[in-house]
C-alpha cells in the first residue's frame, strides 16, 4: 500500500488532539506522517502534538499565524511528502484498520479522492437514525453531485495542486466544493469506511437545526453555486468544550 500524508487542521483542540494522534500511532498501516497545521490556538494544542513525536516519528507540527479551514488544509497539502493526502479534523478518531481499509479500497478502486462515512458508535438512537440519513445521502449525490465531509477525506497532491486546494474564500461546505472541483476530472466515490468524531458540534447548535443548515447550504449550492459572500455565516472554530 502507498504512503500517505496526514494532514490535521487544530484550533484550540488540546483536549481531543491527543485521543486522534494516539489511534493514528496504533494504526495497522504504517507509512504515513502526520502534519498538523493548528491555526494560532489560545491552548496548548501545539504542546500536546509535540508530545507524540515519539510515539509518531513522522510528525510535524506546524503553527500559522492566520486562522482558516481552508487555510489550514492548503497549507498542510503544501507541507506534505507523500503523492496520497488524508484531510482529517482534530476531533476525529479512528479504529486501528482504517488506514489500511481505506488504502485497500482507494487502491482496488483505483480512487483519486473519497469520502468516508460518519459511524455513529455509542450514540443514541436518534443520533443513528440521524446518521444513517446523512450517509445515505453522501451515497446518492456521490453520483451526481458530490459532497464530502471535510472532518475526513482523501485526495492526491496531483489532484490538490490541479483544482488550486480548498477554495478559501468559501466559509460553508468548502469541503463539497473541493469533492465537486475534483469529481469534474478526477475518480471520486464514497468508499465504505466510517470514522467517529464528537458529537459537540451538533449538540451546541443542534441536532436538526445543524443538519438544516446543511442541507439548504447544499439545496443552495446545487441551484446557484458556491457561496461566497458570507449568505450563510459560519464560524471556524466556535465549538466550546462541555463545562
Known amino acids: 500500500m502507498s504512503p500517505i500524508s496526514i494532514v490535521i487542521i487544530t484550533l484550540n483542540e488540546e483536549k481531543r488532539i491527543g485521543r486522534l494522534l494516539e489511534d493514528l500511532s496504533k494504526q495497522s498501516h504504517r507509512d504515513f506522517e502526520v502534519i498538523?497545521?493548528?491555526?494560532?490556538?489560545d491552548d496548548n494544542t501545539c504542546l500536546v502534538a509535540q508530545g507524540f513525536e515519539h510515539a509518531l516519528p513522522a510528525l510535524t507540527?506546524?503553527?500559522?499565524?492566520g486562522r482558516g479551514t481552508s487555510l489550514g488544509r492548503n497549507t498542510g497539502a503544501?507541507?506534505?511528502r507523500h503523492e496520497r493526502l488524508l484531510f482529517l479534523d482534530a476531533d476525529v478518531r479512528l479504529s486501528p484498520t482504517?488506514?489500511?481499509n481505506a488504502l485497500h479500497e482507494l487502491d482496488s478502486r483505483k480512487l483519486d479522492?473519497?469520502?468516508?462515512?460518519?459511524?455513529a458508535e455509542n450514540l443514541s438512537m436518534s443520533y443513528r437514525l440521524g446518521y444513517a440519513a446523512f450517509n445515505t445521502g453522501l451515497f446518492i449525490t456521490s453520483f451526481f453531485f458530490p459532497t464530502a465531509v471535510g472532518a475526513c477525506l482523501f485526495s492526491t497532491r496531483r489532484v490538490h495542486e490541479e483544482i488550486g486546494g480548498f477554495d478559501e474564500s468559501i466559509v460553508l461546505c468548502e469541503d463539497c466544493d473541493y469533492a465537486k472541483r475534483a469529481?469534474?476530472?478526477w475518480r471520486w466515490r464514497m468508499i465504505p469506511v466510517s470514522f467517529w468524531f464528537d458529537p459537540r458540534r451538533l449538540e451546541q447548535d443542534g441536532f436538526l437545526q445543524m443538519g438544516m443548515t446543511y442541507l439548504k447550504a447544499n439545496v443552495r449550492r446545487f441551484f446557484k453555486g458556491e457561496m461566497r459572500n458570507n449568505e450563510m455565516e459560519y464560524k471556524f472554530g466556535h465549538y466550546k468544550d462541555a463545562q
Open 98 to 100: 482504517f488506514l489500511t
Open 183 to 185: 469529481a469534474q476530472t
Open 36 to 41: 498538523v497545521v493548528d491555526s494560532n490556538s
Open 78 to 80: 503544501k507541507l506534505a
Open 113 to 119: 479522492v473519497a469520502g468516508a462515512y460518519m459511524g
Open 61 to 65: 507540527v506546524h503553527k500559522m499565524q
